[in-house]
């Protein structure tokens, strides 16, 4: 796919909800209810993390049965997770980094994939090959929105998706950073709540963050 293609697909994909929760799931059986209380608090992007041997029957259990939700792959460290990603029916992958192996495997097939920077030396690696909409991780503890500023300086066209250090607390301040698409983290639903099933606590936790608004949306507003 050209990355024109690549980059409208994700713009789409990440206006679609203002905060993106970053899952880290050990029981592919708690999926589902998950999946459905982050729908129906208005968070429809959601991003599972392959770091658990769970992961890839909960995303597929997603993509299956919650066709509301958006599922984005994230921990996509190698070629073989893109192929994985690719397999399970993702709409997106995601990564924490960027290595050429990932961009060049990217670039041969469908999925879009977004790389994940913290330097001027990724983003040209990422720039130089068509990649404008990236993941800025771990965004807090690499500068936090200064770091955007100053990256916006010889890359003003690249927009980001922050995570990494981001919760209720300081999501809307991110948020309205002109260069900030959308903003991830595990906050909405942390690791202990997902194993307690705590899908009142998590929706309510996502109804709060659906309702923040995006620098782009509040401008119109
Ligand atoms: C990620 O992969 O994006 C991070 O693990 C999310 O970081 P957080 O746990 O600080 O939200």
């Given amino acids: 796919m ?9 713009s789409e994909v990440f206006a679609l909800a203002p905060v993106i929760p970053v899952i880290t799931i050990e029981d592919a059986a708690a999926a589902v209810p998950l999946a459905r209380a982050l729908v129906a608090g ?14 890839v029957d909960a995303a597929r259990a997603i993509v299956a049965e919650v066709p509301e939700a958006v599922v984005g792959v994230g921990t996509v460290l190698t070629r073989a997770d893109l192929e994985r990603a690719a397999r399970i029916g993702a709409a ?13 495997a990217a670039a041969l097939g469908d999925l879009p994939f977004v790389p994940g920077i913290q330097t001027a030396s990724d983003l ?14 771990p965004a807090v503890p690499a500068g936090g929105l200064a770091t955007i500023d100053a990256l916006g300086g010889p ?3 690249v927009r980001f998706c922050p995570t990494g250090g981001i919760g209720e607390a300081n999501a809307a301040q991110w948020l309205a950073h002109p260069k900030v698409v959308a903003v991830g983290g595990s906050w909405v639903a942390p690791v202990a709540d997902i194993k307690a099933g ?13 309702a ?10």
């Fill in 124 to 137: 040209i690696t990422c720039v130089t090959r068509g990649y404008e909409l990236v993941k800025f991780f």
């Fill in 155 to 157: 890359f003003p066209t």
């Fill in 2 to 10: 050209s990355s024109g293609k690549v980059y409208a697909r994700l």
């Fill in 92 to 104: 997106f992958a995601i990564s924490p980094g960027v290595s050429l192996d990932l961009l060049q």
């Fill in 198 to 210: 705590a899908w009142a606590t998590i929706e309510a936790r996502a109804r709060r963050a659906s």
């Fill in 212 to 221: 923040l608004l995006p620098y782009s949306q509040a401008a119109q507003a």
């Fill in 42 to 55: 208005g968070l429809r992007v959601v991003e599972i993390t392959l770091r658990t041997d769970a992961a």
